[in-house]
């Protein structure tokens, strides 16, 4: 079949992970798969039957960069429809549909599952193809009839009427695949859904509570991946700290007692945790973090460093407990990678405020920072917190946090000139260059991102060691993926 499913994914590694695991249904149907991301300058891709877009709905930025790609999948996959799902697509159905009445097809985000059966009935012809054309009516159609889409008008947030199913919990992890199209090193998402409601966020009104894959689920999908040779694991979901499986024998387990399990029923494989929450980082889930087959890099969401602003954001914490994870961390890891998220401009916030942010940040030396300006989204109690900080002020601030990432991050590159450690190559980075050398991009176990030159093909995945040698300054100010120089040995 020559017929092609393109894909794009906005956000987290959670839609990454999913993105994937969709990807691998329509590959197995028999369509070819086209993951690389579509640009102004990409040709026209005649052979597309079907682009999916799978969105993002943390900033109102996110939303506008999906309108964007959703325009340009419309230009540039001139037979195909566009299905669109994610978070976006879960709270904002309508305004989506309006970009494009007749070749926008919306999937609730919490329902994307159904691609899976959107693969197997486009392969069997029940969802029509015809002259190169896929035929957005019967898509719609047929998830209308099955009650998985939002109706023509629904949004929760501006007004419309959602359909009136609840996500179906126990479906929410369907999306997975030991074989993945893009990424080299493997992740398992392991939680959904959020039981908090931060005044800034929305995620939780996009997926629901927290719901967790079971531990043996959970095991015998890691067991698959170290039996397929991959070297590594990432964890994902959308806040580990409230992973809770239920457990063979009846009972839960905490994200501690998952790794209990892993350690013990694994032999070589990795693991890399993603995001926690600080107060989560205890004495009891550092002992299991200590084993050495857990990567040092952690990331921890912080979001400020004023504990005024904590409270008006309803965070779980205060910064007291940022300083004792940090602690924790570097008592149980050697030179960990540690990152975080920071929230500048939150509504309310002065000067003094950011200033304690600004402490905070001086005392962790993080290695790296995600900050981002505030962005007011609809339907949470931030958006109509007053004083707003002006646009102006937050640009300083993200400026003054962005210039404290790229510090960070070049000190603890610097720490590291002459070591070796080990790392895993990456898929879309191993490529042939001049002279009979190869161009290898690879991730070290504390998550810098190397780039290096070998003698020798490396395949993609394979586990490999690494002497780093320079920070790429102008790389990490930029914001590129690769971090610094290494040399392979």
Not at 22 to 39: H, P, T, V, W
Not at 285 to 313: K, N, T
Request: glycine share 6%; proline share 5%.
């Amino acid at each position: 079949m020559d017929a092609t499913i393109h894909f794009e994914t906005l956000g987290c590694r959670l839609n990454q992970d999913e993105s994937e695991g969709a990807a691998r249904c329509f590959a197995d149907a028999g369509f070819s798969i086209d993951m690389e991301n579509l640009s102004s300058a990409s040709a026209p891709q005649d052979n597309a039957v079907l682009g999916v877009i799978n969105t993002c709905t943390v900033t109102g930025k996110a939303e506008q960069k999906a309108r964007r790609i959703i325009r340009l999948m419309l230009d540039k996959l001139p037979h195909a429809v566009v299905l669109v799902t994610g978070c976006y697509a879960e709270l904002d159905a309508a305004q989506i549909r309006a970009i494009d009445e007749q070749r926008i097809c919306v999937l609730a985000g919490t329902r994307k599952y159904l691609l899976a059966a959107v693969a197997r009935e486009m392969a069997g012809g029940s969802l029509c193809v015809r002259e190169g054309r896929f035929s957005r009516d019967s898509l719609d159609s047929f998830l209308c009839a099955v009650r998985y889409v939002p109706r023509a008008a629904a949004s929760p947030l501006s007004g419309g009427s959602a359909a009136p199913l609840a996500p179906d919990a126990a479906r929410s992890f369907d999306l997975y695949t030991p074989a993945f199209e893009r990424h080299s090193r493997a992740s398992v998402k392991i939680q959904d859904g959020c039981n908090n409601a931060c005044s800034f966020c929305r995620i939780h009104l996009a997926r629901g509570r927290s719901q967790s894959l079971p531990v043996p689920e959970v095991l015998r999908r890691v067991q698959e991946l170290e039996r397929r040779g991959v070297q590594e694991v990432v964890f994902t979901g959308v806040n580990l700290s409230q992973y809770a499986g239920l457990m063979a024998g009846g009972g839960t387990a905490s994200f501690a007692g998952l790794l209990d399990v892993l350690l013990a029923e694994t032999s070589a494989l990795r693991f890399r945790v993603s995001s926690f929450y600080p107060q989560h980082i205890t004495e009891d889930l550092c002992e299991r973090l200590a084993a050495p087959r857990v990567q040092p890099s952690f990331h921890l969401s912080v979001q400020s460093g004023s504990d005024r602003i904590l409270s008006l954001m309803r965070r779980p914490y205060c910064t007291a407990d940022v300083l004792r994870a940090v602690r924790l961390l570097r008592s149980t890891k050697r030179q960990p990678f540690l990152s975080c998220d920071i929230i500048a401009g939150f509504p309310g916030e002065e000067g003094d405020d950011f200033a304690a942010t600004q402490d905070l940040c001086r005392s962790v030396d993080f290695a790296w920072i995600h900050a981002f300006p505030f962005s007011p989204r609809p339907g949470t109690p931030a958006y109509s917190m007053r004083p707003q900080v002006p646009e102006r002020v937050k640009g300083e601030r993200v400026r003054w946090l962005t210039e404290a990432a790229v510090q960070g991050k070049l000190h603890y590159i610097e720490a590291f000139v002459g070591k070796t450690l080990p790392a895993v190559a990456e898929r879309s980075r191993a490529q042939r260059v001049g002279g009979g050398q190869h161009s290898v991009h690879a991730v070290t176990e504390n998550f810098l991102h190397v780039q290096c030159q070998a003698s020798r093909p490396v395949e993609p995945g394979a586990a490999v060691s690494v002497r780093i040698e320079a920070p790429l300054e102008a790389s990490v100010r930029a914001g590129r993926e690769t971090d610094c120089l290494a040399t392979l040995v």
